[in-house]
């Protein structure tokens, strides 16, 4: 099965920037539904910017529109999450997820989860 670690994760002042990245076993490119999720403290966990591996579909929050990205690589199977702009409600624990095939439907349905890595945005 898919196996996804991220890395990345860190401690940075409010207005920098900072990149995650989340590593793929057992994968092929072109075949995955991939994205960014979030939880912060006291908060539920969000959607923050998912892709279709094939580069078919793209999804960003609003509260990150113009700020985040997603780059991937598939020669290293990882997926980027660049994050610029960054504001103190930013900070929290960001989860890599994966499922086969498209991200159609229920984005937050998905099979393959990382363990996470926090991210500390301070003012």
């Known amino acids: 099965q898919v196996q996804l670690v991220e890395s990345g994760g860190g401690s940075v002042q409010a207005g920098g920037s900072l990149r995650l990245s989340c590593v793929a076993s057992?994968?092929?490119?072109?075949?995955?539904?991939m994205g960014w999720f979030r939880q912060a403290p006291g908060k539920e966990r969000e959607v923050v910017a998912g892709?279709?591996?094939?580069?078919?579909?793209?999804y960003y929050a609003d509260s990150v529109k113009g700020r985040f990205t997603i780059p991937q690589d598939p020669a290293k199977k990882t997926l980027y999450l660049q994050m610029s702009r960054l504001k103190p409600e930013d900070s929290g624990t960001y989860y890599c997820?994966?499922?086969?095939?498209?991200?159609?439907?229920?984005?937050?349905?998905?099979?393959?989860w990382g363990k996470g890595t926090l991210v500390t945005i301070s003012s």
């Open positions: 997820a994966a499922r086969a095939g498209s991200c159609r439907g229920d984005f937050t349905a998905m099979h393959y």
């Open positions: 057992r994968y092929t490119y072109g075949g995955y539904c």
């Open positions: 892709s279709f591996t094939g580069g078919f579909t793209t």
